[in-house]
């Protein structure tokens, strides 16, 4: 089956995966649009600081102004300006400007705990949505991509996505706010002032813009090649026996650093041109702050306005230049964030398989019988696999599919299992079409045993109960009696509760083998699927697993991929495929009889015995 590398799929629109984000956080939009109105408010509480501070400077001002009159211009004493100062109204504005910073501290501090709450929801239910997705993907989806990748969109992409939820969301809003909050308050002190304060904001932007659109192609790049980076790591780990067996180590360790570097510099040139915007937004700062220092005091000697006033109008000035350099600096987690999401809505927009029909059919009661009907099938469309391929199947066969290497066999199991459906023709299981079938109705009609002895982390017995949960104790070790396996799990030390390690690496290969048939006969399916694979168990243990196959197929109809012919010389009928069509077919005698195709496989593997 074909297997491909990383999508190099280009990346859709940053726009458009901005609006799926916002509407996958439709089911909080009220928590969220509260933590909103709680953040504006507390920037709200907070902008009028300044204002407060300036007309406690004004006051005092005022009051001494007043004492210097009282004392015919001459410097008034501390008793005389102790007693010109209207300590009552500093005093009052003070308590207020306290209230305003204690209220915008407590409600900064609830809406954070409410965008935190939010964001772990958030991420739980993108998680959930992907699981749920990858339940529905076809098979076609995990052949042509690699687990590493989707497994970063899980992890890495949603924890990006849910921490800017958290944390970022607050302060664009707060920013956005000050920024509005603070251009009115400047404009209430000095229309001049603000409009230098302006000047330099335009200029900011336009260079913040450029380089935004330059690191953005750099932080895709760089969620990409992360995908690619977590593959590879995956592999190296789980495939160590196999590159320290091939001498593959320094291969491994170069790829692994050609991908690592790349992400390096990718991530280290979207950082650089982002970390760029704080020392431009800040340069352009300071610039309009020395011009307002030197026009506000001006104003202030010159009596249009008053120092309290300019003393403000600089604060406000220093806050409203915060709010635009945090920006800058959050761009880089913005567009981070955009990167993350679209692989994130690009994964979850993948074509789901075809749903089933509906009515659907369905078998009461099973025989066994299957029909191919000139079945064509190709993966990519373009390089046909399976060639008008027909065959009739009486319940309880057992069928041999014999062939070289991309002949086909497996293909032919994929179609029987509906994990593809053929281009055209159809497949029949005792006449009914499996197209017009559930596909979960279709698979429960098979038990399969697989080359690849997959074993989840758990107990024996709980991997033995997986195709049948409802299996008693009883059940399995009649199951795996019958499978030649029930001495072999007595003898570890804690018998069928023995844990199985995450790679399987406690049992040996022929024991898996051994397990996945127990595991087979304890689901009791009608029909069977065997890739039989005994190449790497020694010969007793290869007795076992032939003696637990002809167990397992009997009275059923079943279907071996052979890769012994010595195996498959009692099969009901044996299939010989090459390139797609059925060349040969018959018993093993009547094939070796005919003195074709088959007769040149089973020769080449037994000319010694023959």
Known sequence: MPKSGHSTEKPKSLGRAFKLFARSLHPWKLPIFFAILLAIAATVCSIFGPKILGQMTNSAVEDYQKAVLQANGQMPSPEELNAAMDW??????????????????????????????????????????????????????????????????????????????????????????????????????????????LVAVPLSLIFIALIAKKSQDYFRTAQATFGTLNSAIEEDFSGQNIIKANSYEQTAISDFQRSNSKLCEMTWKANFLSALAFPITNMFTNLSYVAICVVGGRMAIDGTLLIGSVQAFLQYVSQFNRPITEISQISSSIQQTLAAAERIFNFLEEPEEAPDLEPALKIDSIKGAVGFHHVNFSYDKEHPIIKDFSVKIEPGMQVAIVGPTGAGKTTIIN??????????????????PTKEMQRADVRQLFGMVLQDTWLFSGTIEENLRYGNTHATHDDIVRATEASNTHHFIESLSHGYRTVISEDSDNISAGEKQLLTIARAMVANPPMMILDEATSNVDTRTEQLIQDAFAKLTRGRTSFVIAHRLSTIRNSDLILVMKEGNIIEQGTHDELLAQAGFYAELYNSQFADVE
């Open 88 to 197: 009552g109204r500093i005093g009052h504005l003070a308590i207020i400007l306290i209230i305003l910073y204690v209220i915008s501290v407590t409600l900064n501090y609830i809406q954070g705990a409410i965008l935190s709450i939010v964001s772990a929801r958030y991420a739980r239910k993108m998680r959930a949505e992907i699981i749920v997705k990858i339940a529905h993907l076809p098979i076609s989806y995990f052949d042509q991509h690699q687990v590493g990748d989707t497994l970063s969109r899980m992890s890495n992409d949603v924890g990006t996505v849910a921490n800017t939820l958290a944390n970022v969301l607050t302060q664009i809003i707060t920013s956005l706010t000050m920024i509005v909050g603070i251009l009115v308050m400047m404009m209430t002190i000095s229309v001049w002032l603000s409009v230098i304060a």
């Open 415 to 432: 179609l029987l299992m509906r994990f593809y459906d053929p281009d055209s023709g159809y497949i029949t299981i005792d006449g009914v």
